[in-house]
């Protein structure tokens, strides 16, 4: 299986400040035609996941432009231009290269 | 606007089956290129992949459950169900359906790409 690694666990973060979470992966996601099989997920307190970012760095429908995704082969980046109080959650990046599709142990996003 | 939505019973006993129903509505699962997904959560933990059934009713599953694991379909009712035999406490957590939009012309080795758009707000099962 591929492991997701991501870090950090956990991320105090400022209204109004960027952030950062990275995601590392045990093998390339990139496939030969120059796609990245890494996906972003936000899982808001008490909700169920919804889709952030595919295919490494597409934002989906709805998402704000604060929100963008980054990276290719084993090292990928998520970042928030600007933290707002409703992007707390916790954060999961995951692999669709291979079967089966896995996740990463996640990043909890909290507001300090 | 597609909406999913899980059910099932909460308990199930150690080495019974757990069978959990999908119930897809605003669109047919049927039509379209879509996958029909199943994901569980343990309580406090990470998301674990479970398995897919394909529109055309071609299925793959996390090895890791292989042996136990069914992912049906019934177009007549719109629904896709789980079936996971011979369950442990291991098995007990939040349970989600998902759909997976197929992304045009983007395939991987045994399955065309797709990511998870719309989610069912899960339901949980214990195994007691």
């Known amino acids: 299986d591929i492991v997701m690694t991501q870090s950090p666990l956990s991320l105090p973060v400022t209204p109004g400040e960027p952030a950062t979470i990275s995601c590392r992966s045990s093998?390339?996601?990139?496939?030969?035609?120059?796609?990245?099989?890494l996906d972003w997920y936000l899982q808001k307190p008490g909700q169920s996941p919804q889709l952030l970012i595919y295919?490494?760095?597409n934002r989906a429908s709805g998402v704000p432009d604060r929100f963008s995704g980054s990276g290719s082969g084993t090292d990928f980046t998520l970042k928030i231009s600007r933290v707002e109080a409703e992007d707390v959650g916790v954060y999961y990046c995951?692999?669709?290269?291979?079967?089966?599709?896995?996740f990463g142990g996640g990043t909890k996003v909290e507001i300090k | 606007q597609v909406q999913l939505q899980e059910s099932g019973p909460g308990l199930v006993k150690p080495s019974q089956t757990l069978s959990l129903t999908c119930t897809v509505s605003?669109?047919?699962?049927?039509?379209?290129?879509?996958?029909w997904i199943w994901i569980r959560q343990p309580a406090g933990k990470g998301l674990e992949w479970i398995g897919h059934?394909?529109?055309?009713?071609?299925?793959n599953y996390n090895p890791s459950l292989k042996s136990r694991v069914t992912i049906s379909a019934d177009t007549s009712k719109n629904q896709f169900s789980l079936r996971l035999s011979s369950v442990t406490a291991a098995d007990t957590g939040a349970y989600f359906c998902?759909?997976?939009?197929?992304?045009?012309?983007?395939?991987?080795?045994?399955?065309?790409?797709?990511?998870?758009?719309?989610w069912g707000k899960g339901t949980t099962v214990t195994v007691s």
């Open positions: 998902a759909r997976g939009v197929i992304v045009p012309g983007v395939r991987v080795r045994y399955y065309y790409y797709h990511y998870m758009d719309v």
């Open positions: 605003g669109g047919s699962i049927s039509s379209g290129n879509y996958y």
């Open positions: 995951m692999q669709s290269l291979q079967i089966p599709l896995t």
């Open positions: 295919l490494g760095s």
């Open positions: 093998q390339s996601l990139l496939q030969s035609k120059g796609y990245n099989f």
């Open positions: 059934i394909y529109t055309s009713g071609s299925t």
